[in-house]
Every structure is written in structure tokens, then in C-alpha cells.
């Protein structure tokens, strides 16, 4: 089943300790993104990647990082939570950047103490 | 800085009832996707337009686009509990690089029995 996965779907977490989302697609596709969603702010770009080893800020990209070291997986990365990174957090990925049918996955909901 | 709203925010309506919700911008839009949002899950495609005038029909869900692309609607007919969720609405502009995709923040409709 063509699909995005991540994990955890659930985190709770303190300020300052070190967390990763991981996301992982299985399609091949070229493009992946990171958003968060959050109440009256909407879906805003986080970071997003072309290919591999290809990447680059989306809106609102401080206090999150990323990499794409294989095709299939875009993790991301906060070095140091902070409570405003309180969000629902979602992995989409897109066979191309001309491609229009984006696939997301189930969510991340993160809270920081 | 292209804006973009959908309108209204919030629908609230009983089974059998007809909406309607808006998606419009200051800029022209060179494609335009309309996803739902369920509960506790990702946005899923439900269409792709494209052209100016273009009018789709899925089911009892009418997606028109603007003459001049920078307005689409979505028309609902006879809505039922099942179409509940967030109508969110994601431009391409003209002369974008289609590398960073803008949202809107949604119409949440609740659709009650």
C-alpha cells in the first residue's frame, strides 16, 4: 500500500532535550515536506526536499533541521524543543515538484513542557 | 506577498443542507488543489483544476475555478455526517517554483445528522 508513515504519533516531551520525527515514504518519490498545523495559523511549510541530499527552508524553518540521506526518509530533527514547537506536525511527499497530488501522513502530535 | 483566504472559517449544518465555501487571492494561481482533512488524520486530494472557467464534479462535491484563476469554489450538495472536516484549499501561483506550497487555513464543517 502506497503510503507515508511516521512516528511517533505521540510525543510528550520537556524544553531542551533533543527529539527527532522520523517520516518515511514508500513511493519513490522525489519531494518531501514538513508541516505544522496549528489553531487560526493553518498548514505552514516547515522545510522541504527535492531529492536527495537536497533541501530547503520552507516558512517557518528556525528551530527545526532536517536531512535526506536516502530517497525514502525525511527526518526532522529539534535540537531544543521549546514550548511554542507545540504542534500537529505532518510528513507530505510528492512525486515531483511538478507533480500536483501530495500524500500526507497521519501526524505528529508534539507537546513541549 | 500573495494572500489567500477561505471563507467562511466555521459551517455548521444539518444533513440534507447545500454549502458552499471559497478559496480566493490577490495573485493569479496557476493550479489549485482542494484537500479534506478528517479528524485526526492527514489532508487528502480530492481534486486538481487548472484551467480558468474549469469546472469538476466528484460525487456530490462541485469544484469550480475562476475565470481570471484567482478564486475557486466548492459546492457541496445534499451534505451528509460523512463529509465533516477541514476544506483547505492549496494554491500553485504563476511564476512559482512549485518548490514551496502555500495552504489556506480551511473551512471546518461539521455536518450534523
Known amino acids: 500500500e502506497a503510503q507515508v508513515t511516521q512516528n511517533p504519533r505521540y510525543l510528550i516531551t520537556v524544553t531542551g532535550k533533543k527529539l527527532t520525527v522520523t517520516c518515511s515514504q514508500n513511493?519513490?518519490?522525489?519531494?518531501m515536506s514538513w508541516y505544522r498545523q496549528d489553531p487560526g495559523l493553518g498548514l505552514r511549510q516547515i522545510y522541504y526536499?527535492?531529492?536527495?541530499?537536497?533541501?530547503d527552508k520552507g516558512d517557518v524553518p528556525e528551530g527545526y533541521k532536517v536531512s535526506r540521506k536516502e530517497k525514502r526518509n525525511f527526518p526532522l530533527i529539534l535540537e531544543s524543543p521549546s514550548p511554542n514547537q507545540t504542534s500537529l506536525y505532518f510528513c507530505a511527499s510528492r512525486l515531483h515538484r511538478l507533480s500536483y497530488e501530495q500524500y500526507f501522513g497521519p501526524g505528529t502530535r508534539l507537546t513541549v513542557t | 506577498t500573495q494572500l489567500l483566504e477561505q471563507s467562511p472559517q466555521f459551517l455548521s449544518i444539518q444533513e440534507g443542507e447545500n454549502l458552499t465555501v471559497y478559496c480566493n487571492s490577490s495573485s493569479v494561481f496557476s493550479s489549485l488543489q482542494w484537500y479534506r482533512q478528517e479528524p485526526g488524520e492527514g489532508p487528502v486530494l480530492l481534486v486538481t483544476v487548472v484551467t480558468g472557467g474549469e469546472v469538476k464534479k466528484l460525487k456530490r462535491l462541485t469544484f469550480q475555478f475562476g475565470d481570471a484563476r484567482k478564486d475557486s469554489s466548492l459546492h457541496i450538495t445534499a451534505a451528509q455526517p460523512g463529509d465533516t472536516g477541514l476544506y483547505l484549499c492549496?494554491?500553485?501561483?504563476?511564476?512559482?517554483?512549485?518548490?514551496?506550497?502555500?495552504f489556506g487555513k480551511g473551512t471546518l464543517l461539521t455536518v450534523n445528522p
Open positions: 492549496a494554491p500553485t501561483y504563476s511564476g512559482g517554483s512549485n518548490y514551496k506550497l502555500t
Open positions: 526536499s527535492m531529492n536527495v541530499e537536497v533541501t
Open positions: 513511493m519513490n518519490h522525489e519531494y
